[in-house]
């Protein structure tokens, strides 16, 4: 039956307050407080409300965040306060030097309070509420004028339509920066590849194409976000006396602030905030590009004033450049393990993320025809954290008349073999398997590493030595080594080489999941080495096997089952396997029954960091009691095993009810199962 218009207002009331309080505390706080399947209920519920009694419908309810019709075009808005630029420090001394000035013109050497706040990579904005009531949205533009991009920030969930609560000014004018998370940008370019379009080069090139789209209901789809950092135009209201309260109060009226916010003294605890949020940067959910300082009483700001078209009260501290220009210079071929020769980009050096960068990768023929690249092109490149660097654009208009085209070799660099691409594949490879010596090293390498063979002592230039002398050929020449082999090498010392030995003798010694894992086949990682070792028990079992045999297997697939398949088959990979085998490398068979995998059928998450052992150790001896290690909770998470600093895993996880065991529970419960 249909409620009449008086019972409906109340109703609508109702769900519009109790939506806006979903919304809080979904991207306001990150902290959601029902299943998604309930907001949808009760969307759905205001919706059908709103639709039977259209003069109920409102530009601040819930349901107006899809976007509007298409804009012809944007218009012009002038700020009443302007909206400034920050001047830059780039290190500690020039933090410094800003806090001496400060002291100085105060005519005080007080230690000064500074609010700290990550300085977000996105583009800067403006927000009018008249009486909570979200009116007007604007870009910074120039400071002076920007343009009117309302119907855009009305889509974005983290913008409250009408402010939280009553006590807020009958005008009020927020100041934030609109951003694009760093899994929205991946999203967004995974989409555009999809369609064959050219994907944006970084997050906030991809919030300001998505402000900027005259279509509200193209901005919709973008996954922004927004932060306050300060406010403009307040009328008929008192704000209170610092900077960090003044956030605090935004965040109770609904809006976002940035959780990394802190209040420290002096240039001294700037910097060392600088320092530590430094480090954490790479693992924060969006870019940032370095620290805003500001003063936090609003009294010391208002005596300070202003300079030129800058506070003189806050300064940014700006991180090293991710991005930079240079040029290519050249592009070589590399040859890896699998025999994928991948194109590499030498370039002009340049200083970017810290470090000069030299080379970067191109990843494969695809992203060179896809960038559009040419040898001698002007380039921009990125680098975040310990990211491999990047080309992500050319700057066609500086190509200068000589560039040269790029083209797969026909043959390998390094052993001179056909190079084949498979269609359907990225990749191009090297036909020459194991006898192709860059394919041999990485192989090598591959085998004695710590999750296979674990061969202490041995490596990477060391492999590269011994197979240059040519005294191995493959992984089972290791077995052969001798003293006198060793001792002329180039820094290696009779202890060393001893101990080498005596490694290369404990690690024969070994497990069928590690060896198979070792030989390296293409697409066999940990657990497919694990799920095969468990299934066929035995080596001669998995190498008798056909590919529907195969198939049968756990994490294995009509590519890998192809894979394996073919790699048990090859001669050369045969007569390396027998070597091994003939030179002591061995393993007990598996005998595998259901009471030795008390963990069988159960998921397992592994969070934070585990002193005792490390993640892999404990993901490796849970997939021997037969469970499966997941890298995310969800509803059918048997357990949660949370280690120092656990963080939305552990959250999540006392949501849904999830058994939870700390690092000594865990261990406890290891030692048990394993004793059984």
Not at 142 to 169: F, K, M, Q, W
């Amino acid at each position: 039956m249909k409620p009449d218009l008086s019972s409906a207002r109340v109703e609508v009331a109702r769900l519009r307050d109790q939506l806006n309080d979903f919304n809080y505390q979904y991207y306001v706080l990150d902290d959601p407080c029902v299943p998604d399947a309930e907001y949808d209920r009760q969307l759905r519920s205001l919706q059908q409300l709103e639709r039977e009694y259209p003069e109920l419908l409102s530009n601040d309810s819930p349901t107006q965040r899809v976007g509007g019709q298409p804009l012809e075009g944007f218009t012009q808005v002038t700020h009443e306060v302007p909206m400034l630029s920050l001047d830059n420090a780039f290190s500690a001394d020039e933090l410094l030097a800003f806090e001496k000035r400060l002291q100085d013109r105060l005519n005080s050497k007080i230690t000064l309070e500074f609010a700290c706040e990550p300085k977000l990579d996105g583009i800067a904005v403006s927000l009018l509420y008249d009486n909570g009531v979200l009116v007007r949205g604007a870009t910074r533009g120039d400071g002076s004028t920007g343009e009117n991009i309302t119907a855009n920030v009305r889509t974005i969930p983290s913008i409250p339509l009408h402010l939280r609560g009553e006590n807020y000014p009958p005008i009020l004018e927020v100041r934030g920066e609109i951003y694009m998370p760093r899994a929205g940008f991946e999203r967004l370019n995974e989409q555009a590849r999809a369609r064959q379009e050219k994907p944006f080069v970084n997050p906030r090139n991809a919030a300001a194409g998505s402000l900027r789209q005259l279509d509200p209901r193209i901005t919709a789809t973008r996954l922004l976000q927004m932060c306050c950092y300060n406010v403009g135009r307040v009328e008929g209201y008192n704000l209170p006396d610092t900077h960090s309260e003044v956030l605090q109060l935004l965040n109770a009226w609904g809006l976002r602030i940035n959780a990394e916010m802190d209040v420290v003294q002096g240039a001294s605890q700037c910097q060392q905030y600088y320092e530590n949020l430094s480090e954490k940067r790479d693992s924060l959910a969006y870019d940032i590009d370095g620290i805003v300082f500001k003063i936090n009483r609003l009294a010391l700001q208002q005596r300070l004033g202003f300079v030129s078209r800058a506070p003189r009260w806050a300064i940014a501290y700006k991180f090293p450049a991710q991005e930079e220009i240079t040029r290519l210079l050249d592009v070589e071929f590399q040859v890896g393990r699998t025999g994928a020769v991948t194109p590499v980009a030498r370039l002009q050096p340049v200083f970017v993320g810290g470090v000069t960068v030299s080379n970067a990768t191109l990843h494969n023929m695809d992203e060179v025809e896809r960038l559009g690249i040419m040898v001698g092109d002007s380039v921009v490149i990125r680098r975040a954290g310990d990211v491999i660097p990047q080309i992500v654009k050319v700057i066609e208009n500086r190509r200068p008349d000589d560039a040269q085209t790029i083209e797969l070799p026909i043959e390998c660099p390094v052993c001179g073999s056909e190079v084949e691409r498979e269609e359907g594949e990225a990749a191009a490879r090297c036909s020459g398997g194991l006898y192709c010596q860059a394919q041999r090293k990485e192989a090598i390498k591959h085998f004695s590493s710590r999750k296979a063979l674990d061969i202490d002592g041995l490596g990477d230039k060391l492999v590269e030595q011994l197979v240059d002398e040519n005294l191995i050929h493959h992984a089972a020449d290791l077995f052969n080594l001798t003293l006198d082999q060793l001792l002329p090498l180039e820094r290696m010392g009779k202890k060393s080489a001893e101990n080498l030995l005596e490694s290369l003798a404990s690690s024969r010694e070994t497990t069928l999941p590690r060896f198979l894992y070792g030989l390296g086949i293409r697409e066999v990682g940990e657990a497919t080495a694990l799920s095969l070792a468990r299934y066929f028990k035995t080596l001669d079992a998995l190498m008798a096997a056909n590919e529907e045999q195969l198939l049968e297997v756990d994490d294995v697939g009509p590519i890998v089952a192809h894979h394996i398949h073919r790699f048990v088959r090859q001669p050369h990979n045969i007569e390396v396997i027998n070597s091994l085998q003939e030179r002591g490398v061995c393993w007990p068979d598996l005998q595998v029954d259901a009471g030795t995998r008390p963990l069988e059928g159960q998921i397992w998450v592994l969070t934070g960091t585990l002193h005792t052992m490390g993640r892999s150790e404990g993901k490796s001896r849970l997939q021997e009691l037969g469970a499966k290690v997941a890298g995310s909770v969800s509803a059918k998470t048997t357990t949660l095993v949370a280690g120092e600093k656990s963080g939305s895993k552990l959250n999540k996880a006392e949501d849904l009810g999830i058994r939870v065991l700390n690092e000594e529970e865990f261990i406890v419960q290891l030692f048990k199962l394993e004793s059984n």
